[in-house]
């Protein structure tokens, strides 16, 4: 009776982990393996998705304080009365349609030094301090969930960040600094007059997203295997990047192509089902780092492990 009890009360423990992995089974990384080991783990990822989402809600904090927030009225904005009079001395259908676009524009200027504006910093803050740490926190877990390691949410993401608190920190600082300038520079190509040197600009940022997008996958997983320095983990991300080509378009494309699912669900059912809103943040990015950490870690395991590890395996079999 008594092993009966603890075997019920074990299945209802939250702090258990899933379903291990089988005697001998295949554990080589292909996509049969990843969609058997994605069903294993779909709670984790449900549940880790509730910690990723924490990366992102400043951001969408600041963008609804930027729409939403006190705006300035046309009238008192500095650009209104030279357009105004502009148009009123010489009027033309030129002069009206650029009036009438920088006049909506102005009402959409957010008032300076308002309560919004510091919100809005204050979220700022928040982000670049904390950014780095959340993405150790979540990607030691996701390291765990593809090597089939087990997983406890709370515990080992605090202890991912304990273990990597200064690098964390830097690294996700130079990682907000990076993301940053590529999305001003596309920004500004992508408005910029059409030229032949601003397009070969555009296509040039637009390629450098991709790369540092694939960077990404290896830099934070890197930290939190080894002890390395940042500016050695960059230049790795940047030659994985190349040497898991295979690897990387196919997480690539399951990411494109799962947010393209996710976008008709809510363009096309969203509103006869609202419950398609909160869809995303609830798997989106839990199922995403899955895709790119499952790509990515069988790269770092085959050149930077396993090189390692086997000539010490040889050599315990030449003393037996």
Known sequence: MAIEKKKKFKLLDPMRDGKGVEKGEDTTPTLKRFFKLWGRKFWKLISLNLLMVV???????????????PKIPTLYNPLYAP???????APTSVGMTLFNSAAGLMHQTPVFNSWAHWVMAALVIFQLITYGWQRTGTTYILRGLVRGDGVFMISDYFYAIRR???????????????????GFDLFYFLNAPTTGGNNFMYWMIFALILIYGIMRFYTYLMMVTFDMKISKILKNALIFTVMGIKRN??????IVL???????????????????????????????????????????????????????????????
């Open 83 to 89: 357009l105004l009079g502009a148009q009123t001395a």
């Open 55 to 69: 990366q992102i809600i400043p951001l969408l904090l600041i963008a609804f304080l930027y729409f939403a927030g």
């Open 164 to 182: 990597n608190l200064k690098q964390g920190f830097v690294m996700g600082l130079i990682d907000c600094a990076a993301l940053f300038a590529l």
């Open 249 to 254: 378009i196919m997480a690539l494309l399951g």
């Open 258 to 320: 799962l947010t393209g699912i996710f976008a008709v669900l809510i363009i096309f059912l969203g509103q006869l089902v609202p419950a398609f809103f909160i869809l995303p943040f609830l798997c989106l990015l839990g199922f995403c780092g899955f895709m790119y950490t499952f790509a990515a870690y069988p790269v770092i395991q085959k050149y930077m492990i396993d090189p390692v590890q086997k000539p010490k395996v040889s050599e315990s079999a030449e003393e037996a």
